[in-house]
């Protein structure tokens, strides 16, 4: 009977105690659970961190860059800036800009000993011939009989002075302009609304008008 009883009091303490070792498949669910990781550290260390304050993304510039020309002079050009209301919040400012233009065609008699030059020159004036005494430059002593912007022009009167025995060739006359453009940049709809304004106070078509995204470098810009 003591025996009996014993194990009585054993199989109660067992079935007491049990269920805090055994889980759910019957492992040592109190033992394992002090082995498993956590799943924060699971997480790898290259994720981003999703926090609100740590959220960037990239913004880029969508405003539109415009150039208009030619414009003949640097006072003309100032003067379509001052008649702009926001030319100063647009940043309009003037771009000078020296271009080679097509060269002219030159005929003239070609350069010679200065006394032979002007002896040949005053001949010419008392003849009635349009002409003059090239003065510097590489066609010093030279005597120019015209310059033209069509060569046929050009071959014309070449033909002609020869027929006056003057020994005239035809030559290149090379040419470069100072030109003036307004430059500019504002958001795509105030730009096109700005090209207007400019093209109608200016009272002329321009040679050209572009407008093209500005070229920049996104910037991140943080989340708040």
């Known amino acids: 009977m003591r025996w009996l009883a014993l194990g009585l009091l054993g199989l109660s303490l067992?079935?007491?105690?049990?269920?805090?070792?055994?889980?759910?498949?019957g492992g040592m669910a109190r033992v394992a659970s002090g082995?498993?990781?956590?799943?924060?550290?699971?997480?790898s260390p290259d994720a981003e961190d999703p926090s609100p304050g740590n959220v960037s993304t990239q913004k880029e510039s969508k405003r539109s860059c415009v150039r208009l020309g030619w414009?003949?002079?640097?006072?003309?050009?100032?003067?379509?800036?001052?008649?702009?209301p926001l030319a100063a919040e647009s940043g309009f400012r003037v771009e000078e800009v020296e271009r080679e233009l097509s060269p002219l065609y030159w005929v003239i008699i070609p350069p010679q000993p200065r006394e032979v030059a002007l002896s040949q020159f005053r001949d010419i004036q008392r003849r009635g011939i349009d002409s003059y005494l090239v003065t510097e430059g590489e066609n010093r002593n030279a005597i120019s009989l015209g310059l033209f912007e069509s060569r046929e022009s050009a071959i014309s009167v070449l033909e002609e002075k020869k027929r006056q025995n003057l020994n005239a060739v035809l030559a290149n006359f090379p040419r470069n302009q100072i030109s003036y453009a307004l430059t500019f940049e504002a958001e795509p709809e105030l730009a096109e609304e700005l090209v207007q304004a400019v093209k109608a106070d200016y009272g002329s078509n321009f040679d050209f008008v572009e407008i093209s995204p500005c070229e920049g470098v996104a910037t991140p810009e943080k989340s708040p």
């Open 14 to 25: 067992g079935l007491l105690y049990l269920p805090d070792y055994l889980g759910p498949s």
């Open 71 to 84: 414009i003949e002079t640097a006072q003309r050009a100032r003067e379509l800036i001052s008649n702009q």
């Open 35 to 43: 082995t498993l990781p956590r799943v924060a550290s699971l997480k």
